[in-house]
């Protein structure tokens, strides 16, 4: 009879944090649209301002600065194939003083800043950016479809598909 009660006790404690348990959890919840983005102002800001940016024969153009960065944003729409696309942006890493802030190549362009610490002048940026295009270029000229193909699987990082 003892060990019924006991039994008894024990089922009814588990069911109580049970309910407890599911109880807390449903009042602790917060309602929450998962749909929903945190706009970044900056990149509103540097949107905002692309309409009056104008690249000329450059593929990269200076838009704005802060009290710690200058913003470039660079017009990917040049470029006829992928492949010039990713390997432009991968030796955009040799310049170890730019910052990708976004990366869409679908969107035309990509956005860069440079911390204004190290005193870089838009121009020479620009140059240097510039001259990663040439090397895309002359590297798509001096690569066949198959290698350009292998190349893409190995280093193309931006493809959302993967």
């Known amino acids: ?59 990269a153009a200076y838009v704005h600065q802060d009290e710690v960065n200058d913003y470039y944003v660079v017009n990917f729409s040049g470029f006829s194939s992928r492949y010039e696309q990713v390997f432009f942006a991968v030796s955009l890493n040799e310049l170890n003083y730019l910052t990708s802030i976004s990366s869409d190549f679908e969107q035309g362009n990509m956005w860069f800043s440079v911390n204004r610490s190290l005193n870089k002048k838009s121009s020479l940026v620009i140059e240097e950016i510039d001259s990663q295009k040439q090397l895309a270029l002359a590297s798509f000229a001096e690569t066949n479809a198959d290698q350009r193909r292998l190349w893409l699987i190995e280093f193309d ?6």
Do not use: H, W
């Open 1 to 59: 009879m003892k060990n019924f009660y006991l039994k008894r006790i024990i089922s009814a404690n588990l069911l109580i944090c049970s309910l407890l348990l599911m109880s807390f959890e449903v009042f602790s919840q917060q309602k929450t649209n998962v749909n929903y983005s945190i706009e970044d102002p900056t990149m509103e800001l540097l949107e905002s301002k692309l309409q009056d940016v104008v690249f000329g024969n450059k593929i």
């Open 157 to 162: 990082k931006f493809n959302n598909s993967k």
